[in-house]
Nanobody, 117 residues
Framework: QVQLVESGGGLVHAGGSLRLSCAVS????????MAWYRQAPGKQRELVAT???????NYAATVKGRFTISTDNAKNLVYLQMASLTPDDTAVYYC???????????WGQGTQVTVSS
């Protein structure tokens, strides 16, 4: 069974940066794509960034230009580099991916990011 484990969350001041990591059990290449989602208190979970196996990336309009999704294929890690953080970025961030041939997404347990003003 695939496991995704996020880390790197924490408390940061507005304008600061954080890098989230997602450790993937097995090979990243077993996934069609990887993604980061977030869920703020009282809000629905939203897609933040995606990266396909071919390297194509997409970002939510609210984070474009500030966040970068990347992978270290040798270490089976997925990163979300976040810069110019604002309090609106406060949320639990989740790593997600769909294994090739699977009908369901795999999810991590989430990591809390809190941005203070």
């Amino acid at each position: 069974q695939v496991q995704l484990v996020e880390s790197g969350g924490g408390l940061v001041h507005a304008g600061g940066s954080l890098r989230l990591s997602c450790a993937v059990s097995g090979s990243i290449f077993s996934f069609n794509s990887m993604a980061w989602y977030r869920q703020a208190p009282g809000k629905q979970r939203e897609l933040v960034a995606t990266r396909t196996n071919s390297g194509n990336t997409n970002y939510a309009a609210t984070v474009k230009g500030r966040f970068t999704i990347s992978t270290d294929n040798a270490k089976n890690l997925v990163y979300l580099q976040m810069a110019s953080l604002t309090p609106d970025d406060t949320a639990v961030y989740y790593c997600s991916g769909r294994v090739i041939g699977s009908l369901a997404d795999s999810w991590g347990q989430g990591t809390q990011v809190t941005v203070s003003s």
